[in-house]
Nanobody
Framework: QVQLVESGGGLVQAGGSLRLSCAASTRTFNRYAMGWFRQAPGKEREFVVAISSSGGNTAYTDSVKGRFIISRDNSNNMVYLQMNSLKPEDTAVYYC???????????????????WGQGTQVTVSS
């Protein structure tokens, strides 16, 4: 069982930056692949970015490539999402997700994840 707690959301102007953090409560964090998803009002939850258990592989949805960066600190059970050049269309609740994995895959499928955080709101004003 893994508990995930996101933090770092808030209100920012377009062009600004935010860093989201996700703390995982497990002693085997290095055996979990991690992902960030987001859900805007009236829309389905969608994939944003993912990272493999070792951190060696990442995957990004096209709309955030070059602007968002995912990273992880396995010694502190943390995963981060650095979001730069934010746009109003990035406004959403952002969720951290985890799945058990010892391989090198960064999972993009929402159905691949079994553990979810409560979400953190990101609002980008124009």
């Amino acid at each position: 069982q893994v508990q995930l707690v996101e933090s770092g959301g808030g209100l920012v102007q377009a062009g600004g930056s935010l860093r989201l953090s996700c703390a995982a409560s497990t002693r085997t964090f290095n055996r979990y692949a991690m992902g960030w998803f987001r859900q805007a009002p009236g829309k389905e939850r969608e994939f944003v970015v993912a990272i493999s258990s070792s951190g060696g592989n990442t995957a990004y949805t096209d709309s955030v490539k070059g602007r968002f960066i995912i990273s992880r600190d396995n010694s502190n059970n943390m995963v981060y999402l650095q979001m730069n050049s934010l746009k109003p269309e990035d406004t959403a609740v952002y969720y951290c997700a985890a799945r058990s994995s010892s391989g090198s895959i960064a999972y993009v499928d929402i159905n691949a994840y079994g553990y979810w955080g409560q979400g953190t709101q990101v609002t980008v004003s124009s």
